[in-house]
C-alpha cells in the first residue's frame, strides 16, 4: 500500500489561541499532518509541553533570553531549539516546511510571512495584521513566488469557502460582525468601559489583543482591509453587516444577485483545519449547528459614530500607502494601554486618529519604509497617550 507524506505544518505563535486549536487540528489527523516547528514569544513551559508531545523537527522561542531556559526543558528530546525573531524567519525559510501557519499576533508576523512567501510556502493566514501593514507588498511577493495565501479568519476563511468553484467575479462581500460586548452601548457607556468588560467577548474565546480588537471594533476594520488583499475587490464592495448570533461567518454576493454564505457554530478549528485540507473536508468531532435551536439570525448596520475605528480603517484604506500601516501601529499602542489600564475605551480612537495625522505619509511604501512607518506611528502614538 502506498504511503502518504504527512503535511509538515509550521505554526508560528503555537501557545495563543490560534495556535492551540491548530495542534488539536493535528492531533484529531495526524495520519495527514505532522507540527514540524513550533515557535513561540514568552511562554517556554508551554512551549516545552507542546515539543514534549507532538515532538516537532525544532522550537524557535522569539525572546532570546529564554533560550536557555528552553533549551534545558528539552535536552532529552530530539527536538532542536533556536531562539530569536531572525530565527523564525530562517527556519520557516529552509526547513522542508508545507504550510506556514502565521499565528503570532501584531507587526511581529511581517517578516516571518514575507520569508515563507518568498522561500514558496503555502501560508495559512491567521496574522492579519501582516496584511493590514503590507497587504500590496505580500500579494506582489505571493504572486511572484507562487506562495498560495489560504485565509484562517474566520470570516475570511468563509468568504473563500463560498468562492470554492466559482469562476465568475464577486459583486459585493458581506462580511458579518459579532457586534462585540459593547454593541447596544451608548457612547457615554462606552466612555466608562472597563478592560474586564472588553475581555468578555460574547461569541468567540480569542487571544487578548484581538479580543480588545473585537469589542472597539478595529478588529472589523482590519478584516475589511484584509478582504481587500485577500479577495481583490474595492473597499466599496465590502459591506460590514452587524449579526450577533455570529453563525453566518460572512456572505458573497455574485453578479446575478445570488448570495452565498457560509454558516455554523463558532469554532477557529474548524477554518483552521480547511486552511490546511484545502481543497478538501475532512471529517471533524466539532460541534454541530442547530438552525432551529438558533432559532433567529439577526442583522444590522454597523453605527460608525459609537465604533469609530470602523470609519478609520476605511480612511486608511481610501488613503492607501503606509496609512493602515500607521493605524496599525497606532492600534498596538492603544491596545496594549488600554489593557494597562492607561487608556479609556473611547481615547483609542481619538490617539489612532492623532497619529494618523502626524505621521509621515508614504504613497508606495517599500519593506523598510514599512519598518520605519511602524517605528515612526508607535512613538507618535505613545506621545499622543501621556497627553491624553
Ligand atoms: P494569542 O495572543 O493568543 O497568541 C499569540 C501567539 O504569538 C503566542 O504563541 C505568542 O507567544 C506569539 N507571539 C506574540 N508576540 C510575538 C512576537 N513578537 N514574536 C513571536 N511570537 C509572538 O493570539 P491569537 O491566537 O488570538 O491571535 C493570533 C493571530 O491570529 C492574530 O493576528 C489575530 O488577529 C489572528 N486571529 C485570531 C483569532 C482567534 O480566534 N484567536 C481569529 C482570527 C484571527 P507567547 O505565548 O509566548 O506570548
Ligand atoms: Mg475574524
New binding site residues.
Given amino acids: 500500500m502506498e504511503t502518504k507524506e504527512k503535511k509538515r505544518i509550521a505554526i508560528?505563535?503555537?501557545?495563543?489561541?490560534?495556535?492551540t486549536q491548530a495542534l488539536q487540528v493535528i492531533e484529531e489527523h495526524s495520519d495527514l499532518y505532522e507540527a514540524y516547528v513550533l515557535?513561540?514569544?514568552?511562554?517556554v513551559e508551554?512551549?516545552a509541553e507542546q515539543a514534549r508531545r507532538f515532538l516537532p523537527e525544532a522550537v524557535v522561542i522569539?525572546n532570546e533570553d529564554k533560550y536557555a531556559e528552553l533549551r534545558d526543558a528539552l535536552a532529552d528530546l530530539p527536538v532542536k531549539v533556536y531562539a530569536g525573531?531572525d530565527a523564525?524567519c530562517q527556519i520557516v525559510r529552509e526547513k522542508p516546511v508545507d504550510v506556514v501557519l502565521t499565528?503570532?499576533?501584531?507587526f511581529?508576523?511581517l517578516k516571518p510571512t514575507i520569508s515563507a512567501v518568498e522561500a514558496g510556502k503555502a501560508i495559512a493566514l491567521?496574522?492579519?495584521?501582516t496584511l493590514v501593514v503590507a497587504g500590496d507588498l505580500v500579494n506582489r511577493l505571493a504572486h511572484k513566488y507562487h506562495a498560495d495565501i489560504i485565509p484562517?479568519?474566520?470570516e475570511h476563511s468563509a468568504i473563500f469557502q463560498c468562492l470554492a468553484g466559482e469562476v465568475s467575479p464577486i459583486e459585493k462581500i458581506i462580511l458579518t460582525a459579532s457586534g462585540g460586548p459593547f454593541r447596544t452601548y451608548s457612547m457615554e457607556q462606552l466612555a466608562t468601559v472597563t478592560k474586564a468588560q472588553a475581555l468578555k467577548h460574547p461569541s468567540?474565546s480569542?487571544?487578548?489583543?484581538?479580543t480588545i480588537?473585537s469589542a472597539s471594533m478595529m478588529?472589523k476594520g482590519f478584516e475589511v482591509i484584509e478582504a481587500k488583499w485577500l479577495f481583490g475587490v474595492s473597499p466599496e464592495q465590502i459591506q460590514v453587516v452587524v449579526h450577533p448570533q455570529s453563525v453566518v461567518h460572512s456572505a458573497v454576493q455574485f453578479a446575478d444577485g445570488a448570495v452565498k454564505a457560509q454558516l455554523g457554530v463558532p469554532d477557529?478549528r474548524l477554518p483552521i483545519q480547511y486552511a490546511f485540507s484545502y481543497p478538501l473536508r475532512l471529517d471533524s468531532s466539532f460541534d454541530r449547528l442547530d438552525l432551529c435551536q438558533v432559532g433567529s439570525l439577526t442583522f444590522e448596520a454597523p453605527d460608525l459614530r459609537r465604533f469609530r475605528n470602523l470609519a478609520l480603517a476605511r480612511e486608511a484604506l481610501a488613503r492607501g500607502g503606509n496609512m493602515p500601516c500607521i493605524l496599525n501601529a497606532a492600534n498596538e499602542v492603544v491596545n496594549r494601554a488600554f489593557l494597562e489600564d492607561r487608556l479609556g475605551f473611547l481615547q483609542m480612537s481619538d490617539v489612532m486618529a492623532d497619529t494618523m495625522q502626524k505621521a509621515h505619509y508614504v504613497a508606495e511604501p517599500t519593506y523598510e519604509d514599512y519598518l520605519q512607518t511602524d517605528a515612526e506611528a508607535r512613538r507618535i502614538a505613545a506621545s499622543c497617550l501621556t497627553r491624553n
Fill in positions: 508560528l505563535g503555537s501557545t495563543g489561541s490560534i495556535g515557535t513561540a514569544n514568552n511562554r508551554l512551549l522569539a525573531a523564525i499565528a503570532m499576533v501584531g511581529a508576523g491567521a496574522n492579519k495584521e484562517v479568519d474566520s468567540w480569542m487571544g487578548a489583543k484581538i480588537d478588529n477557529m
